[in-house]
């Protein structure tokens, strides 16, 4: 199958109560896990590029990677999709360099900016067979070089999401719901201890996400920052060298919940990128000899694989569906 973009996707999402991963690749062995995981388990796959990928890795390279892996998985649709596009030009990159969907990131922008650089990328976009997302409201913690302290974040607003969506012609839409970029999504003192003595993060607010249904029937939703941080890789890498105190995700059976409403599209980086780091540090300590990368590289794939695989199947609900 060749590279899709997520129309189709999202209208069987929606029915079927259902998410689409969206991961996040930079190198080969990222690309491979995850698609190798979707190929097995039969689900649609969405890879995102950020603007720090395309820096470290090379377009050209990223889409030739995408499109290597379109080849060794022919049963399931891929879309290649721009993440967190910060201007018109690196959309319009993008879109003349072979993606099927990107996102503006008009966030930090006034209302009115928002709407107007969103348009204007819709436009080029819809020209060239290419679909947008757009997002309103802002998520706390890190992507690329954008810092949002928690307690700056801001709720995306039921009331601006008609004239938003209408004005634009954006055919997804990412809210700010209590996600939050990296893998210190929530400070200790904002979670609650269980019985079994876990940190509780707070609960993300279905009511606005319910809201925003009510006024955009049938509109697929986006939710950024939604890595769960399994603590057993936060474990890994602490064990073995690693220095990360308190990063907290946010729990998967509420990512569950809210595919079976309107969101349609689940971003998730951190996972895998502490799922590869932590086999990494596990592996170079147990074997302080080998200088091989292929030989660390093959189990950090691995681990990636089945990080992917456990998404699909018990959080996203995407597995067979392709
Ligand atoms: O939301 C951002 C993604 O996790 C991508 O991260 O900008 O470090 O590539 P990056
Ligand atoms: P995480 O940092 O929670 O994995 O979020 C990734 C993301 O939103 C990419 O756009
Ligand atoms: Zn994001």
Do not use: W
């Amino acid at each position: 199958m060749a590279l899709v973009t997520s129309t189709e996707m999202f209208k069987k999402a929606y029915k079927g109560g259902y998410a689409v991963g969206a991961f996040n690749v930079n190198n080969m062995e990222i690309v491979q896990g995850i698609t190798e995981a979707c190929q097995e388990e039969k689900a649609p796959v969405i890879l995102q590029v950020s603007k720090g990928a395309r820096a470290y890795a090379n377009h050209t390279y990223l889409v030739k990677l995408v499109e290597a892996a379109v080849i060794n998985c022919p049963d399931i649709p891929v879309v290649l999709h721009l993440d967190h596009g910060p201007d018109f030009e690196t959309c319009k990159a993008c879109i003349d360099g072979g993606f099927t969907s990107v996102m503006i990131d008009g966030s930090h922008l006034s209302f009115k900016e928002n709407i107007e650089v969103t348009k204007k990328v819709v436009e080029y976009a819809h020209d060239h067979g290419v679909v947008v997302e757009g997002e309103l409201g802002t998520l706390a913690g890190i992507e690329d070089e954008v810092v949002v302290e928690a307690g700056h974040e801001s709720y995306t607003k039921p009331e601006e999401v008609e004239e938003f969506v209408t004005k634009t012609g954006v055919d997804s839409l990412a809210i700010a719901i209590g996600t939050s970029h990296g893998a210190y999504k929530f400070t200790p003192a904002q979670c609650t201890v269980n019985e079994q003595g876990i940190l509780v993060p707070p609960a993300l607010r279905f009511d606005i996400l319910e809201e925003i249904c009510k006024i955009l029937p049938d509109f697929p939703i986006v939710l950024h920052g939604s890595s769960s941080v399994p603590q057993e890789y936060v474990k890994m890498v602490n064990a073995f060298g690693g220095k990360m105190p308190n990063a907290i995700g946010v729990p998967e059976e509420q990512l569950r919940q809210a595919a079976k409403l309107a969101v349609c599209k689940i971003n998730i980086d951190s996972d895998l990128r502490l799922a590869m780091t932590g086999t990494i540090r596990k592996f170079f300590a147990e074997h302080p000899d080998k200088f091989d990368p292929r030989e660390y590289l093959k189990p950090a794939r691995a681990n990636i694989k089945e990080i992917v695989r456990h998404k699909l199947i018990n959080v996203l609900g995407c597995a067979g569906k392709a």
